[in-house]
Protein backbone atom coordinates (compact mmCIF):
# COMPACT_ATOMS: atom_id res chain seq x y z
CA UNK A 1 0.00 0.00 0.00
CA UNK A 2 2.93 2.67 0.38
CA UNK A 3 3.73 1.86 -2.91
CA UNK A 4 0.52 3.12 -4.20
CA UNK A 5 0.45 6.48 -1.60
CA UNK A 6 3.96 6.77 -3.16
CA UNK A 7 3.01 6.93 -6.74
CA UNK A 8 0.03 8.43 -6.47
CA UNK A 9 0.57 11.53 -3.55
CA UNK A 10 0.39 14.23 -5.92
CA UNK A 11 0.01 12.44 -9.45
CA UNK A 12 -2.80 14.11 -11.51
CA UNK A 13 -5.24 11.38 -12.28
CA UNK A 14 -8.37 12.37 -15.15
CA UNK A 15 -11.30 10.34 -13.88
CA UNK A 16 -14.44 10.03 -16.31
CA UNK A 17 -18.08 8.98 -14.88
CA UNK A 18 -16.46 10.36 -11.59
CA UNK A 19 -20.46 11.17 -10.04
CA UNK A 20 -21.54 7.87 -10.32
CA UNK A 21 -21.64 4.98 -7.42
CA UNK A 22 -18.00 3.60 -8.66
CA UNK A 23 -16.66 7.28 -9.15
CA UNK A 24 -17.44 8.67 -6.00
CA UNK A 25 -15.18 5.59 -4.76
CA UNK A 26 -12.95 6.16 -7.14
CA UNK A 27 -12.68 9.41 -5.74
CA UNK A 28 -12.76 8.82 -2.24
CA UNK A 29 -9.99 6.46 -2.20
CA UNK A 30 -7.54 9.12 -4.85
CA UNK A 31 -8.24 11.58 -2.42
CA UNK A 32 -7.21 9.37 0.55
CA UNK A 33 -4.09 8.73 -1.65
CA UNK A 34 -3.21 12.30 -2.28
CA UNK A 35 -3.53 12.30 -5.61
CA UNK A 36 -4.95 15.31 -7.50
CA UNK A 37 -8.15 14.82 -9.32
CA UNK A 38 -10.19 15.63 -12.40
CA UNK A 39 -13.31 14.55 -13.03
CA UNK A 40 -15.53 14.47 -15.99
CA UNK A 41 -18.88 13.41 -15.96
CA UNK A 42 -22.25 13.76 -16.44
CA UNK A 43 -24.40 15.38 -13.16
CA UNK A 44 -25.28 12.20 -10.51
CA UNK A 45 -27.19 9.61 -12.35
CA UNK A 46 -29.27 9.60 -8.93
CA UNK A 47 -31.01 11.04 -6.27
CA UNK A 48 -29.95 10.50 -3.65
CA UNK A 49 -26.40 10.53 -4.75
CA UNK A 50 -23.51 8.98 -3.50
CA UNK A 51 -21.09 11.81 -5.25
CA UNK A 52 -23.23 14.56 -2.98
CA UNK A 53 -23.59 12.50 0.15
CA UNK A 54 -20.13 11.63 0.87
CA UNK A 55 -18.98 14.94 -0.53
CA UNK A 56 -16.90 13.10 -3.37
CA UNK A 57 -16.76 16.45 -5.18
CA UNK A 58 -14.79 18.51 -2.68
CA UNK A 59 -10.95 19.03 -2.77
CA UNK A 60 -10.94 17.95 -6.92
CA UNK A 61 -11.64 19.08 -10.03
CA UNK A 62 -15.01 18.41 -11.17
CA UNK A 63 -15.82 19.09 -15.10
CA UNK A 64 -19.68 18.24 -16.30
CA UNK A 65 -19.33 17.17 -19.77
CA UNK A 66 -20.75 14.26 -21.41
CA UNK A 67 -17.74 11.64 -23.03
CA UNK A 68 -20.09 12.03 -26.44
CA UNK A 69 -19.02 15.70 -26.72
CA UNK A 70 -15.27 15.21 -28.15
CA UNK A 71 -14.43 19.02 -28.02
CA UNK A 72 -15.26 19.49 -24.68
CA UNK A 73 -13.90 16.29 -23.26
CA UNK A 74 -10.26 17.39 -25.53
CA UNK A 75 -10.90 20.71 -23.45
CA UNK A 76 -11.08 19.13 -19.79
CA UNK A 77 -7.88 16.83 -20.51
CA UNK A 78 -5.89 19.41 -22.40
CA UNK A 79 -6.46 22.31 -19.55
CA UNK A 80 -5.55 19.80 -16.79
CA UNK A 81 -2.31 17.72 -18.87
CA UNK A 82 -3.41 14.51 -16.55
CA UNK A 83 -0.23 11.67 -15.37
CA UNK A 84 -3.09 8.79 -15.31
CA UNK A 85 -6.49 8.49 -16.95
CA UNK A 86 -8.83 6.08 -16.12
CA UNK A 87 -12.27 6.10 -17.91
CA UNK A 88 -15.39 4.99 -16.07
CA UNK A 89 -18.16 6.33 -17.70
CA UNK A 90 -20.69 4.49 -19.06
CA UNK A 91 -24.28 3.03 -19.41
CA UNK A 92 -24.17 0.86 -17.26
CA UNK A 93 -27.02 -1.15 -16.95
CA UNK A 94 -28.26 -4.21 -18.99
CA UNK A 95 -32.39 -2.72 -18.91
CA UNK A 96 -31.27 0.58 -20.36
CA UNK A 97 -29.75 -0.81 -22.94
CA UNK A 98 -32.40 -2.86 -23.74
CA UNK A 99 -34.91 0.34 -23.72
CA UNK A 100 -32.19 2.60 -25.16
CA UNK A 101 -29.81 0.89 -27.26
CA UNK A 102 -28.61 3.99 -29.50
CA UNK A 103 -28.18 5.77 -26.28
CA UNK A 104 -26.25 2.68 -25.25
CA UNK A 105 -24.04 2.12 -27.59
CA UNK A 106 -23.38 5.95 -28.37
CA UNK A 107 -22.07 6.46 -24.59
CA UNK A 108 -20.16 3.32 -24.38
CA UNK A 109 -18.58 2.96 -27.67
CA UNK A 110 -18.40 6.55 -28.89
CA UNK A 111 -17.33 7.72 -25.29
CA UNK A 112 -14.34 5.53 -25.51
CA UNK A 113 -13.47 6.85 -28.81
CA UNK A 114 -13.48 10.15 -27.83
CA UNK A 115 -11.84 9.51 -24.27
CA UNK A 116 -8.96 7.81 -26.02
CA UNK A 117 -9.02 10.02 -28.82
CA UNK A 118 -8.57 13.15 -26.17
CA UNK A 119 -5.24 11.61 -25.19
CA UNK A 120 -3.76 10.75 -28.12
CA UNK A 121 -2.80 14.59 -28.24
CA UNK A 122 -1.94 14.31 -24.31
CA UNK A 123 1.91 14.70 -23.86
CA UNK A 124 1.84 14.05 -20.00
CA UNK A 125 -0.10 10.90 -19.94
CA UNK A 126 1.54 7.82 -19.19
CA UNK A 127 -1.06 5.50 -17.63
CA UNK A 128 -4.59 5.17 -19.66
CA UNK A 129 -7.16 2.23 -18.07
CA UNK A 130 -10.82 1.75 -19.76
CA UNK A 131 -12.93 -0.08 -17.30
CA UNK A 132 -15.03 -2.05 -19.13
CA UNK A 133 -17.21 -5.13 -17.53
CA UNK A 134 -17.25 -8.92 -17.03
CA UNK A 135 -20.59 -8.68 -19.89
CA UNK A 136 -17.56 -8.56 -22.89
CA UNK A 137 -17.75 -11.90 -23.35
CA UNK A 138 -19.50 -14.34 -25.39
CA UNK A 139 -20.99 -16.43 -22.82
CA UNK A 140 -22.09 -20.22 -23.41
CA UNK A 141 -23.02 -20.48 -19.49
CA UNK A 142 -21.54 -23.59 -19.17
CA UNK A 143 -19.92 -23.26 -16.03
CA UNK A 144 -16.55 -22.64 -17.21
CA UNK A 145 -15.25 -19.50 -15.42
CA UNK A 146 -14.16 -16.97 -18.53
CA UNK A 147 -11.12 -15.69 -18.96
CA UNK A 148 -9.11 -12.69 -21.12
CA UNK A 149 -8.63 -14.90 -23.98
CA UNK A 150 -12.90 -16.13 -24.20
CA UNK A 151 -14.18 -14.42 -27.31
CA UNK A 152 -15.58 -10.77 -27.01
CA UNK A 153 -19.60 -10.47 -27.62
CA UNK A 154 -21.70 -9.53 -25.03
CA UNK A 155 -25.19 -10.82 -26.28
CA UNK A 156 -27.42 -7.39 -24.75
CA UNK A 157 -27.06 -3.90 -26.23
CA UNK A 158 -25.22 -3.06 -22.99
CA UNK A 159 -22.78 -6.26 -22.92
CA UNK A 160 -22.34 -5.64 -26.47
CA UNK A 161 -21.80 -2.05 -26.28
CA UNK A 162 -19.17 -2.65 -23.97
CA UNK A 163 -17.07 -5.22 -26.05
CA UNK A 164 -16.85 -2.77 -28.89
CA UNK A 165 -14.94 -0.49 -26.14
CA UNK A 166 -12.69 -2.91 -25.97
CA UNK A 167 -12.38 -3.38 -29.81
CA UNK A 168 -11.80 0.06 -29.70
CA UNK A 169 -9.37 0.09 -27.37
CA UNK A 170 -7.06 -2.48 -28.98
CA UNK A 171 -7.07 -0.25 -31.99
CA UNK A 172 -5.90 2.66 -30.67
CA UNK A 173 -3.34 1.05 -29.04
CA UNK A 174 -1.98 -0.69 -31.94
CA UNK A 175 -2.62 2.11 -34.17
CA UNK A 176 -1.59 5.01 -31.70
CA UNK A 177 -0.30 4.95 -28.12
CA UNK A 178 2.26 1.84 -29.08
CA UNK A 179 4.37 4.38 -30.98
CA UNK A 180 4.39 6.56 -28.54
CA UNK A 181 5.22 3.89 -25.66
CA UNK A 182 2.15 5.36 -23.29
CA UNK A 183 0.49 1.52 -21.83
CA UNK A 184 -3.02 1.18 -22.38
CA UNK A 185 -4.94 -1.66 -20.32
CA UNK A 186 -8.95 -2.75 -20.11
CA UNK A 187 -10.45 -4.10 -16.88
CA UNK A 188 -13.09 -6.50 -16.97
CA UNK A 189 -14.69 -6.42 -13.18
CA UNK A 190 -17.50 -8.44 -11.84
CA UNK A 191 -20.38 -6.89 -10.10
CA UNK A 192 -19.31 -4.31 -7.77
CA UNK A 193 -21.14 -3.68 -4.62
CA UNK A 194 -21.06 -1.10 -1.73
CA UNK A 195 -22.58 1.47 0.26
CA UNK A 196 -23.88 4.23 -1.84
CA UNK A 197 -25.49 2.61 -4.54
CA UNK A 198 -28.88 4.09 -5.46
CA UNK A 199 -29.30 2.67 -9.08
CA UNK A 200 -32.90 1.18 -10.11
CA UNK A 201 -32.87 -2.76 -10.95
CA UNK A 202 -29.78 -4.04 -9.22
CA UNK A 203 -30.19 -6.38 -6.20
CA UNK A 204 -28.47 -4.67 -3.71
CA UNK A 205 -29.94 -1.33 -4.05
CA UNK A 206 -33.32 -3.34 -4.27
CA UNK A 207 -32.19 -5.34 -1.26
CA UNK A 208 -31.95 -1.38 1.08
CA UNK A 209 -34.96 0.26 -0.32
CA UNK A 210 -37.22 -2.95 0.67
CA UNK A 211 -35.71 -3.29 3.95
CA UNK A 212 -36.08 -0.23 4.35
CA UNK A 213 -39.48 0.16 3.85
CA UNK A 214 -40.01 -2.82 6.13
CA UNK A 215 -41.31 -4.82 2.91
CA UNK A 216 -39.97 -7.91 1.43
CA UNK A 217 -37.05 -8.13 -1.17
CA UNK A 218 -38.26 -8.96 -4.44
CA UNK A 219 -35.79 -10.90 -6.50
CA UNK A 220 -36.11 -12.04 -9.99
CA UNK A 221 -34.02 -14.46 -10.68
CA UNK A 222 -32.89 -15.77 -7.38
CA UNK A 223 -30.58 -18.96 -9.24
CA UNK A 224 -28.74 -16.31 -11.61
CA UNK A 225 -25.53 -16.43 -10.74
CA UNK A 226 -22.82 -13.53 -10.52
CA UNK A 227 -19.33 -12.59 -9.62
CA UNK A 228 -20.00 -10.39 -6.61
CA UNK A 229 -17.27 -7.88 -5.13
CA UNK A 230 -16.99 -4.96 -2.74
CA UNK A 231 -16.46 -2.40 -5.08
CA UNK A 232 -12.88 -1.34 -3.51
CA UNK A 233 -11.79 -4.68 -5.04
CA UNK A 234 -11.88 -3.26 -8.56
CA UNK A 235 -11.29 0.15 -7.22
CA UNK A 236 -7.84 -0.62 -6.13
CA UNK A 237 -7.51 -2.89 -8.93
CA UNK A 238 -7.50 -0.24 -11.46
CA UNK A 239 -4.93 1.79 -9.40
CA UNK A 240 -2.61 -0.98 -9.21
CA UNK A 241 -2.75 -1.32 -12.67
CA UNK A 242 -2.47 2.03 -13.95
CA UNK A 243 0.84 2.46 -11.35
CA UNK A 244 2.52 -0.40 -12.30
CA UNK A 245 2.27 -0.32 -15.58
CA UNK A 246 3.58 3.16 -16.08
CA UNK A 247 6.82 1.59 -14.77
CA UNK A 248 6.44 -1.33 -17.07
CA UNK A 249 4.56 -0.75 -20.10
CA UNK A 250 5.06 -4.53 -21.16
CA UNK A 251 2.44 -5.27 -18.53
CA UNK A 252 -0.21 -3.04 -20.47
CA UNK A 253 -3.20 -5.76 -21.68
CA UNK A 254 -6.63 -7.03 -20.79
CA UNK A 255 -7.59 -8.02 -17.10
CA UNK A 256 -10.06 -9.93 -15.15
CA UNK A 257 -10.88 -8.80 -11.67
CA UNK A 258 -13.35 -10.60 -9.81
CA UNK A 259 -13.48 -12.53 -6.24
CA UNK A 260 -12.72 -15.89 -5.99
CA UNK A 261 -15.05 -18.76 -6.86
CA UNK A 262 -16.93 -18.54 -3.51
CA UNK A 263 -17.58 -15.32 -4.64
CA UNK A 264 -19.49 -16.27 -7.32
CA UNK A 265 -23.16 -17.17 -5.71
CA UNK A 266 -26.68 -16.75 -6.60
CA UNK A 267 -29.33 -13.68 -6.38
CA UNK A 268 -30.77 -15.87 -3.95
CA UNK A 269 -27.87 -16.45 -1.90
CA UNK A 270 -26.99 -12.60 -2.25
CA UNK A 271 -30.52 -12.09 -0.89
CA UNK A 272 -29.32 -14.32 2.06
CA UNK A 273 -26.75 -12.87 3.28
CA UNK A 274 -28.15 -9.66 2.86
CA UNK A 275 -31.39 -10.77 5.17
CA UNK A 276 -28.76 -12.08 7.61
CA UNK A 277 -26.71 -8.79 7.94
CA UNK A 278 -29.63 -6.52 7.81
CA UNK A 279 -31.40 -8.35 11.05
CA UNK A 280 -34.77 -7.12 12.05
CA UNK A 281 -36.49 -9.82 9.99
CA UNK A 282 -35.34 -8.79 6.65
CA UNK A 283 -36.81 -11.41 4.27
CA UNK A 284 -37.10 -12.09 0.58
CA UNK A 285 -39.24 -13.65 -1.97
CA UNK A 286 -39.00 -15.12 -5.55
CA UNK A 287 -40.84 -12.53 -7.91
CA UNK A 288 -40.10 -13.33 -11.39
CA UNK A 289 -40.58 -10.12 -13.93
CA UNK A 290 -42.90 -11.00 -16.70
CA UNK A 291 -41.68 -9.46 -20.25
CA UNK A 292 -38.08 -8.96 -19.01
CA UNK A 293 -35.56 -8.93 -21.21
CA UNK A 294 -33.45 -12.07 -20.94
CA UNK A 295 -30.16 -11.87 -18.54
CA UNK A 296 -27.72 -14.47 -18.42
CA UNK A 297 -28.21 -17.36 -16.11
CA UNK A 298 -24.41 -17.95 -15.69
CA UNK A 299 -21.92 -15.61 -15.16
CA UNK A 300 -18.35 -16.05 -13.42
CA UNK A 301 -14.30 -14.86 -14.58
CA UNK A 302 -11.13 -15.64 -13.63
CA UNK A 303 -9.28 -13.51 -12.62
CA UNK A 304 -5.74 -15.90 -12.31
CA UNK A 305 -3.87 -13.33 -14.88
CA UNK A 306 -4.60 -9.72 -12.62
CA UNK A 307 -2.55 -12.36 -9.33
CA UNK A 308 -0.09 -13.71 -11.30
CA UNK A 309 1.05 -10.09 -13.23
CA UNK A 310 0.13 -7.58 -10.36
CA UNK A 311 -0.32 -9.80 -7.19
CA UNK A 312 -3.62 -8.51 -6.56
CA UNK A 313 -6.10 -10.59 -5.27
CA UNK A 314 -9.58 -9.74 -3.28
CA UNK A 315 -9.09 -8.98 -0.10
CA UNK A 316 -13.00 -9.72 1.30
CA UNK A 317 -15.02 -12.06 0.47
CA UNK A 318 -19.13 -12.04 -0.46
CA UNK A 319 -20.39 -11.83 3.56
CA UNK A 320 -17.89 -9.16 4.24
CA UNK A 321 -18.68 -6.97 1.51
CA UNK A 322 -22.56 -7.25 1.86
CA UNK A 323 -21.70 -6.42 5.87
CA UNK A 324 -20.31 -3.26 4.54
CA UNK A 325 -22.73 -2.41 2.30
CA UNK A 326 -25.47 -2.52 5.16
CA UNK A 327 -23.03 -0.72 7.54
CA UNK A 328 -22.90 2.29 4.93
CA UNK A 329 -26.69 1.90 4.12
CA UNK A 330 -27.66 2.35 8.15
CA UNK A 331 -25.41 4.98 8.57
CA UNK A 332 -27.03 6.91 5.82
CA UNK A 333 -30.79 5.67 6.96
CA UNK A 334 -29.83 6.97 10.58
CA UNK A 335 -28.32 10.31 9.21
CA UNK A 336 -25.54 9.51 9.99
CA UNK A 337 -21.89 10.77 8.47
CA UNK A 338 -21.53 8.66 5.72
CA UNK A 339 -18.12 10.08 4.38
CA UNK A 340 -16.68 9.00 7.66
CA UNK A 341 -17.89 5.54 6.83
CA UNK A 342 -16.38 5.35 3.53
CA UNK A 343 -13.06 6.68 4.89
CA UNK A 344 -13.14 4.04 7.72
CA UNK A 345 -13.26 1.14 5.21
CA UNK A 346 -10.73 2.44 2.72
CA UNK A 347 -8.71 2.68 5.77
CA UNK A 348 -9.78 -1.35 6.68
CA UNK A 349 -8.91 -2.28 3.60
CA UNK A 350 -6.06 -0.39 3.23
CA UNK A 351 -4.38 -1.94 6.20
CA UNK A 352 -5.39 -5.16 4.75
CA UNK A 353 -2.83 -4.54 1.61
CA UNK A 354 -0.23 -4.01 3.88
Known sequence: MKELINFYRGRRVFLTGHTGFKGAWMCAVLKRLGATVCGYALRPPTNPSLFVLCGAGRGIRSAVGDVRDLAALESAVREFSPDVAIHMAARS???EGYSDPVGTYSTNVMGTVHFLQALRGCETVGSIVNVTTDKVYKNPERGAALREESVLDGNDPYS???SCSELVTGAYVRAFFAEKGVPVSTCRAGNAIGGGDFSPDRILPDCVRAAAAGEAIRVRNPHSVRPYQHVLE?????LTIAMRQHAQPDLAGCYNIGPKAEGCISTGELAELFCAAWGGGARWENAPSRGAPREADFLTIDSTKA????????????????????????AWLSGGDVAAVMDRQIDEYMAQQQ
Open 93 to 95: LVR
Open 160 to 162: NSK
Open 234 to 238: PTFAY
Open 307 to 330: ERVFGWRPRWNVAAAVQKTVEWSK
